[in-house]
């Protein structure tokens, strides 16, 4: 079958440098660089893998009001300051 492409003008000079390295035609090595990409693509495993993730309760600490964060990051950042200096 006969089709038009328009291909790079590195890739057009390094499938002609391969034609002449193998002594065949330019449509030859054309075809054979395409067959050889799609059989590498088919032989490659598509990585379609599944995640789930599981839910986690974000409830607060017993004595924490979540419309007081403020003082739950201050609470925490005392806990690590002073950590052993008591």
């Known amino acids: 079958m006969r089709t038009t492409l328009t291909l790079d003008d590195n890739l057009i000079l390094t499938l002609k440098k391969k034609a002449v390295e193998y002594n065949i035609p ?3 090595i054309v075809n054979q660089t395409l067959q050889r990409g799609l059989e590498v693509m088919e ?3 598509k990585l379609e893998k599944k995640y789930k993730t599981q839910g986690h ?3 607060a600490k017993p ?4 419309n007081k964060l ?3 990051a201050d609470e925490m950042e005392d806990e690590v300051r002073f950590k052993g200096k008591v």
């Open 63 to 66: 004595g924490y009001d979540l």
């Open 26 to 28: 330019f449509k030859t």
């Open 57 to 59: 309760s974000l409830k």
């Open 70 to 72: 403020g003082q739950v």
């Open 43 to 45: 032989a490659t495993p």
